[in-house]
């Protein structure tokens, strides 16, 4: 069954500070191209492109410009992405009240809830809790526990 990959999850393949994550972003995308299993929505790729190109303290961006834009358009070459519609923004409003979410992980869970995917990789969820027909998964976990909140929340 194909999962949705949050946008966490591509940011953190690109995010020397947190090479765990980084490293666990990786395999998880290139298992994901491989058995084709993975889908991003619009909404990861807009806010992947804002993530990776906004300067960070100390560090600046994680792309430059020129790195940024080409990511991103490998990102729409290697994923299936999925697109909004009306139906879709109605079931993240409901989500919104279903769920208390906030409204960009409201409208991301929709994404999953709408197109019949039943996992969502994220850590700005609860891990292993089931919204509607979906669960979800933090790939960040480890046995010691969560790494830390996510950087990337509300991109």
Same mark, same amino acid.
């Given at each position: 069954?194909?999962?949705?990959?949050?946008?966490?999850?591509?940011?953190?393949?690109?995010?020397?500070?947190?090479?765990?994550?980084?490293?666990?972003?990786?395999? &998880? /995308? *290139?298992?994901?191209?491989?058995?084709?299993?993975?889908?991003?929505?619009?909404?990861?790729?807009?806010?992947? !492109? =804002? @993530?990776?190109?906004?300067?960070?303290?100390?560090?600046?961006?994680?792309?430059?410009?020129?790195?940024?834009?080409?990511?991103?358009?490998? &990102? /729409? *070459?290697?994923?299936?992405?999925?697109?909004?519609?009306?139906?879709?923004?109605?079931?993240?409003?409901?989500? !919104? =009240? @279903?769920?208390?979410?906030?409204?960009?992980?409201?409208?991301?869970?929709?994404?999953?809830?709408?197109?019949?995917?039943?996992?969502?990789?994220?850590?700005?969820?609860?891990?292993?809790?089931?919204?509607?027909?979906?669960?979800?998964?933090?790939?960040?976990?480890?046995?010691?526990?969560?790494?830390?909140?996510?950087?990337?929340?509300?991109?």
């Amino acid at each position: 069954m194909a999962a949705l990959v949050d946008t966490n999850v591509l940011v953190y393949r690109h995010d020397p500070r947190y090479p765990v994550k980084r490293a666990r972003a990786e395999a &998880l /995308l *290139r298992k994901g191209i491989e058995d084709q299993s993975a889908r991003i929505a619009h909404q990861a790729v807009v806010e992947f !492109m =804002a @993530a990776v190109s906004r300067p960070l303290p100390d560090l600046g961006p994680l792309l430059t410009p020129l790195d940024a834009r080409r990511e991103t358009e490998e &990102l /729409l *070459r290697l994923f299936p992405v999925l697109y909004p519609d009306a139906h879709l923004v109605r079931v993240a409003l409901q989500g !919104m =009240a @279903a769920y208390e979410l906030s409204w960009w992980d409201a409208h991301m869970w929709a994404y999953a809830e709408v197109h019949g995917l039943d996992t969502l990789y994220s850590e700005d969820f609860q891990d292993g809790r089931w919204y509607g027909s979906v669960r979800v998964v933090n790939p960040f976990l480890t046995d010691e526990g969560d790494e830390g909140k996510s950087a990337w929340s509300g991109t």
